[in-house]
């Protein structure tokens, strides 16, 4: 009997893997790389780049980011740049804007997003390309290079959006699932009680426009603090990386 209609799919918890600090920067450089738009010239670059890290990796992490680039050297970057549009672009549920999925197109978006810009100048950073600052491979680039209590905050503050997407880009058959599912592997393992929450945001979608607009955002949110009391730097556009990340020179050639 042929179904015509079913639920979103909910997946499994990501497997628990142990990564150091140095390990879990490279992966999330290598998903901030990997997630990004592949721009006409600089998909092989990026593969490259994460291809020669991935020793460096545990297996369950490595073959994850290997099976992504062996896909998107298999189709070819037009392709990839093609299937990139198809699922983030028109796919409500495959969205990289991570405020999107706490308080989706509606009045609190602009609150959600200066927030995350906020959060950047904590850490001591300022965004250096005309995108915005809740975009996921941003975040994952603070994480990577700052190693910042703050870029965990906001990852971990977004895990039920981070799941809904990883579901929607396994539903939609993506390579990129794999790259979201490497991301959640090295975050803390989801409890209860976030479980349930991704269950109803896979049903119900992010949120629409509600009415009527309140000062408390549906995460935490952390306030700037000083960067000269914190040892970032103080003169603004000058954030340089104390431990530059592996990726920092393939990254800088293609901007």
Sequence with gaps: ??????????????????????????????????????????????????????????????????????????????????????????????CLYLTYYTVGDTRHRGAALLAFKQALAAAGYEMAADELPDYLPVVLELSARSGDEVASTLLSSHREGIEVLRSALTDAASPYAGLVEAVSMTLPQIDEATAERVRALVAAGPPTETVGVTDTLPFPTIPVRNPSLSGAPAVPGSAPVADPSPFTSSQESMT
């Excluded at 209609?5 to 998903?31: F, I, Y």
């Excluded at 600089?42 to 490595?62: D, K, Q, S």
């Design 1 to 94: 009997m042929v179904s015509f209609v079913r639920a979103p799919r909910v997946l499994e918890k990501p497997a628990e893997v142990h990564l150091t600090p140095s390990q879990r920067a490279t992966v999330h450089m290598a998903a901030s790389l990997l997630l990004d738009y592949p721009a006409e010239g600089t998909l092989e670059t990026r593969l490259n780049a994460v291809e020669a890290e991935l020793a460096t990796l545990p297996a369950e992490v490595a073959v994850l980011l290997e099976e992504f680039i062996a896909q998107a050297r298999r189709r070819g970057e037009r392709a990839m740049a093609e299937h990139y549009v198809e699922v983030f672009d028109r796919r409500r549920r495959c």
